[in-house]
């Protein structure tokens, strides 16, 4: 019945105080706040609906994400909402679209990398959105070797110009989010030629299409590169192929600075390249800040399909009955708890890491500012390895959480096909997970050779055995005289226990901060012990063989396991709600707060257009002739 919360009983049971966790999630009370009113604001606009994308054709649904960014921009505008809440309303809209890289790349690869001359002239224009810009990196041929690129960008002295250039089909720009149809600029990265000479990938604003007309400029061919993975899902997005054909492109700056006018590479009217020694991977600063973001998201991603799957997994009942009394919750099968409960211990201790990782980058960034490139290193392995783990995770754990709602999770319904489609590609966006655990790898043999065995002795006393376990597992790959190439399936191995450890030994730095709230502290000790000891279980192998825990230590945690499910049972509901997520956002029958499941499915299948009419099209041309035997039928 509506109005009647199903999950009432769930939500009595909680031993804690579940608004003060709902200010640790969002990370503060004005975070909360915020995120509160601009999720409420636009699950009640029926402009932000999005229950019907899976009926959609392509056109119709790239159109109606269309309207939906310029509704949305039109409600930032009328609203006057700041820049924090104006992010939060479009994450909340939850439709990938242009916007995404207009505010997710190409402003902060202006903020990052532009110098004070090119934010003055460019950032203005792109806050009002008066030009649209893409980040057009990735090529045809190449997407994971930067320095693989194969556009140029040759300096013309005569003209004080770039000329921007595909030289091959595989030099072609493909995938950047919001090139197809939709942005008038891109940051292109190209190699820059200087008097003849190479100096490697530079990134240079571009533009594509006239402010007038929208169509291309000359020189300029421009289109979407199709369909992809699911139906609805990315396809809100435009992404696209783009070639230059010797771009005189008037507006194109190289791109001569990081942060402040740190990094100085110029190209004089004379023709002069100058660089000063700053190391070149700056320029992937954009890159290193973007992964920084996708392991918040991940920890949202990750959340909204623990959400789902935690409410209907009370919701549901099968099997158990006792003298004709209720069927058993399926939430309280041993099974369902050992699969569903290291997923919401992940979910926060995603959350926690994201923080911190958040706080390492804004670190790093003004540490840069002052010419330190001391952690620099650092920085770029955890953003490396922390977006790789988080997003093979979150995959994984969406889909585990389909299968964890039976068939019902299947259903466009549920919300987890979508959501799954719309996430998967973060294994692959940003860079490739195993390029960038590779990434990690090459860091973590540096340091060996640097420190000796020790990577690191700064971590709380409960990782000790996690640090043995990566110091082992680098002193076997290291230990033999064999290359990087050969032994990188196993350093990669080695590459995923250091970010367990670090996301492990943050989880447990978060809980020696203050932490408000009857009992909140508690839930989040049993949520750490969980992530860490469902590790430990699942990769005990490596544990057992650094001799750092005996095959006894194994089976005690196990046990322990057990007891840590049985204890987060009672609470698992209040600590989904903890999410505050809206039904508008989570779009999922299965995962509504008032759990009333059953009337809403059987009310959303007849909404489906294939029951518009009680006989299908197509009945009378293909069925009826086969029901009457019209069609000669095969000797049998
Ligand atoms: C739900 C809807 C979406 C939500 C949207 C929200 C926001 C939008 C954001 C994301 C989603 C949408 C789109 C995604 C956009 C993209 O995908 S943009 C393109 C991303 N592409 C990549 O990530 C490419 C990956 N490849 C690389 O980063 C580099 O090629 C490489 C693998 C790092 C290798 O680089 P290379 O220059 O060859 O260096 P090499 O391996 O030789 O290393 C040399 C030294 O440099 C150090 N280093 C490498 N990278 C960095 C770095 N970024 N920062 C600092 N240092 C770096 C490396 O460690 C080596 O150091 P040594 O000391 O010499 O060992
Ligand atoms: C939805 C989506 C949105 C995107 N948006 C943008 C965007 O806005 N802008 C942009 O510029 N790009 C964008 N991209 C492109 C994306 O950044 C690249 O696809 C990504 O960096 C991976 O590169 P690749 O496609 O060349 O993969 P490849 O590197 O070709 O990967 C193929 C396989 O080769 C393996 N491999 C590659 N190199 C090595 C190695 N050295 N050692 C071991 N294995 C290796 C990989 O692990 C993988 O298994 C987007 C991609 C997607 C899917």
């Not at 860079?431 to 960038?436: A, E, F, H, I, K």
């Not at 060996?448 to 680098?474: C, D, F, N, W």
């Amino acid at each position: 019945m509506e109005g009647v919360d199903h999950l009432a009983h769930e939500r009595n049971k909680s031993e804690f105080d579940v608004d003060a966790m709902k200010i640790v999630w969002a990370g503060s009370p004005h975070a909360f706040d915020v995120s509160d009113r601009i999720s409420k604001l636009v699950a009640s606009d029926p402009g932000f609906r999005k229950d019907n994308r899976s009926t959609l054709s392509r056109k119709e649904l790239f159109k109606n994400t269309l309207r939906k960014a310029a509704y949305a921009w039109k409600t930032i505008v009328d609203l006057r909402l700041s820049e924090e809440e104006a992010a939060k309303l479009r994450f909340y809209v939850d439709e990938p679209a242009f916007t995404d890289l207009h505010w997710g790349m190409f402003i902060p690869a202006i903020k990052g990398q532009g110098t004070e001359e090119q934010q003055q002239k460019w950032l203005p224009l792109a806050y009002k959105m008066q030009i649209i810009g893409c980040y057009a990196q990735t090529e045809l041929g190449h997407g994971s070797n930067v320095q693989g690129l194969e556009t140029t960008a040759t300096f013309d002295s005569q003209t004080d110009e770039f000329i921007i250039h595909s030289p091959t089909l595989t030099s072609s720009k493909w995938w950047p989010g919001g090139l197809g149809k939709v942005a008038t600029h891109a940051i292109a990265y190209a190699r820059l030629i200087v008097g003849g000479r190479e100096h490697g990938v530079h990134g240079f604003i571009v533009q594509l299409r006239s402010l007038e007309d929208h169509s291309p400029l000359l020189g300029i061919t421009v289109g979407d590169i199709g369909m992809k993975f699911g139906n609805g899902a990315y396809n809100t997005m435009d992404n696209g192929v783009l070639q230059f054909d010797h771009v005189l492109d008037v507006y194109s700056i190289a791109f001569a600075s990081i942060a402040v006018m740190l990094w100085v590479s110029q190209v004089t009217c004379e023709g002069k390249y100058k660089q000063s020694d700053v190391p070149r991977q700056l320029v992937y600063g954009t890159m290193v800040y973007v992964r920084q973001t996708i392991v918040a998201d991940a920890s949202c991603a990750l959340s909204r399909a623990v959400c789902i799957a935690t409410r209907y997994s009370a919701v549901r009942r099968q099997f158990g009955s006792q003298n004709g009394g209720p069927e058993t919750q399926v939430i309280d099968y041993k099974t369902q708890q050992s699969r569903l409960f290291p997923l919401l211990a992940s979910a926060y201790a995603f959350r926690f890491i994201g923080e911190w990782l958040k706080w390492l980058y804004a670190d790093v960034t003004q540490r840069l500012q002052a010419n330190d490139f001391s952690t620099l290193p650092e920085a770029h392995a955890c953003t490396a390895g922390l977006k790789s783990l988080t997003t093979t995770a979150t995959a994984d754990g969406i889909e585990e959480c389909r299968k964890l709602c039976g068939g019902h999770g299947y259903l466009c319904s549920s919300g987890l096909p979508e959501l799954f489609a719309v996430y998967v590609p973060a294994c692959t966006y940003e860079g490739d997970n195993t390029v960038l655990l590779l990434q990690v790898a090459r860091f973590l043999m540096k340091t060996v050779s640097q420190l000796g065995s020790r990577l690191s002795s700064k971590k709380p006393v409960g990782t000790i055995a996690y640090m043995t376990r990566v110091e082992h597992l680098m002193q076997c790959r290291c230990g033999v005289q064999r290359g990087f190439a050969e032994l990188s399936a196993d350093l990669v191995e080695a590459a995923v226990a250091h970010c367990q450890l670090i996301v492990v030994s943050k989880f447990i730095e978060k809980l020696q901060q203050e932490i408000p709230g009857k009992g909140v502290k508690q839930q989040l000790e049993v949520l750490c012990n969980i992530y860490a000891l469902f590790l430990l279980h699942k990769h005990q192998g490596d544990f057992l063989s650094t001799g750092c825990i005996t095959p006894k230590h194994a089976a005690l945690a196990n046990d322990e396991l057990r007891s840590l499910y049985s204890q987060v049972r009672p609470n698992a509901i209040a600590l989904v709600d903890a999410f505050n997520y809206t039904d508008h956002y989570l779009g999922s029958i299965l995962g509504c707060y008032d759990g009333n499941v059953y009337p809403k499915l059987y009310e959303a299948a007849w909404k489906d257009p294939l029951n518009e009419s009680v006989v299908p099209d197509g009945y009378h041309l293909y069925i009826r002739p086969l029901l009457k035997q019209e069609i000669r039928t095969a000797r049998l």
